[in-house]
């Protein structure tokens, strides 16, 4: 059941009204309900229940220090794919031990931060990196422990721009040279080759080609062993979709029925094999743990008629909120509090200074000026890819737990957007 829904005639995150929110801590602001967050995370731990698994929230997705702080008492990890990340996860009081490191970018700087807070994993994705690694670690009289983030060639059958498993992606290891690089690993002082990894895509609605991309990992898994590389960990990366609710949109498969499927195969897989040794499956999910968690709180300014089309034109614009013009993305509208009345056809716009903000369109609205809108769904990937564009301070987010709500992001103000400038002398 969602932790957005109405009562009373109003929008509420659990037991607290959306109209309360916005007259305490204004518009636009993140509101997180910490009920939903707590219930998506424990759906991927009881599916791991007495597993040797680890869920590595990818926190790309939301990496607020409040969702790090809950999740990380839930039992989390955490997958990085910065520095950056990585303080934040030291910040929240997460454990670097439980903490793996993802990207294709990796700086000898971040490699260095990594291996003095001693975390659980590099994911490499490159030959250059593993070299750099190599290095770095050799200089600090330290082993690296690795695993390679290998591109199964498997089409995840979403949009191009968040696939990633394909051989024109820039991601990974191609499969065909895999075992090749491997043995390079190996061979390599300074490096522990612990592990596999894959990600293929975000926004999977089915299993499907999570399971083609996990048999792919189990056959490269069973050659390495032949050749006397033996790995301790397979990770399936993330990517499980979410219900966006989009009408006729294909419902996600649900996470415990997905991980039911893998953990069959894996347990099969390894039954099979001389010994049967277990093995440690990790999993990287962003998305599926904090989209249906958020909401964006907007307020009406203006309505604007045109000649072709009506605006509703709202204090969040694509700085706040960028999935639908960049990925052409559907996020569901809500009034917060409904009006009877004829509903008009409405591109909901922000006031940035480009026709590429909007944040929905063609929605059937009674609205006025001045009403309250929630965009659903909106917290993965919303305040992380929020910018600054037009000089405008990002949202605040506010977290409500029950009938309480706290501030876990102050609104930025402009003077802080300059704070870091200066004038020529
Ligand atoms: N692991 C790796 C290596 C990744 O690159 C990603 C996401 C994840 C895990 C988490 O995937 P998820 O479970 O969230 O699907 N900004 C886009 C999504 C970009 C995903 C990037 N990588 C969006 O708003 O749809």
New binding site residues.
């Given amino acids: 059941m969602s932790h957005f829904q109405y009562q009373n005639g109003a929008l509420h995150a659990e037991r607290v009204s959306l109209s309360a929110i916005a007259a305490q801590f204004g518009s636009p602001t993140y509101v997180y309900s910490k009920a939903a967050l707590l219930e998506n995370f424990g759906a991927y731990a009881d599916a791991c229940q007495g597993r040797d698994a680890l869920v590595c929230y990818?926190m790309?997705?939301n990496s607020n220090l409040a969702i790090l702080d809950l999740l990380a008492r839930a039992g989390a990890g955490f997958?990085i794919?910065s520095g950056g990340e990585l303080l934040r996860v030291i910040a929240a009081g997460g454990d670097p031990g439980k903490t793996i490191f993802?990207?294709v970018g990796k700086t000898v700087e971040e490699m260095r931060l990594a291996l003095e807070k001693n975390i659980l994993c590099f994911?490499v994705e490159s030959i250059p990196e593993l070299h750099r690694l190599n290095e770095v670690a050799g200089s600090m009289g330290r082993r690296a422990p690795v695993s390679l983030?290998v591109n199964p060639n498997v089409d995840a059958k979403t949009?191009p721009?968040?696939a990633?498993g394909l051989k024109a992606n820039k991601?990974g290891v191609a499969f065909d040279d895999a075992l090749q690089t491997y043995r390079s690993a190996a061979a390599l002082p300074h490096l522990d080759v612990v592990g596999i990894d894959c990600?293929i895509?975000?926004?999977?609605l089915d299993d499907a080609p999570l399971l083609e991309a996990l048999d792919k990992l189990i056959e490269l898994i069973d050659t390495l062993a032949d050749e006397g590389i033996h790995l301790h960990h397979l990770d399936i990366?993330?990517?499980?979709?979410v219900n966006y609710g989009a009408e006729g949109d294909q419902p996600p498969v649900p996470v415990g029925d997905y991980l039911g499927r893998l953990f069959a195969r894996i347990d099969a897989w390894r039954a099979g094999r001389h010994g049967g040794q277990p093995i440690k499956v990790i999993f990287?999910?962003?998305?599926?743990i904090v989209a249906d968690t958020g909401v964006l709180l907007t307020r009406i300014e203006f309505l604007k008629p045109g000649v072709e089309k009506n605006f509703a034109i709202v204090d969040a614009a694509m700085n706040d909120l960028m999935?639908p013009t960049?990925?052409q993305?559907w996020m569901g509208v809500q009034p917060v509090v409904p009006r009877e009345g004829d509903k008009l056809t409405y591109d909901v716009v922000g006031p940035v200074c480009e026709s590429g903000d909007w944040l929905a369109r063609e929605r059937d609205l009674a609205v006025a000026p001045g009403d309250l809108l929630a965009i659903m769904t909106a917290g993965?990937?919303g305040m992380t890819?929020a910018s600054n564009y037009n000089t405008r301070g990002r949202a605040a987010e506010v977290m409500v737990d029950g009938d309480r709500v706290q501030l876990i992001r102050q609104r930025e103000h402009p003077a802080d957007l300059f704070a870091l400038e200066s004038m020529l002398e």
């Fill in positions: 990818a790309k997705a997958d794919v993802s990207g994911n983030r949009h721009y968040i990633t991601f990600h895509g975000s926004q999977l990366g993330g990517g499980l979709g990287e999910p962003g998305r599926s999935r960049l990925y993305a993965a990937y890819m």
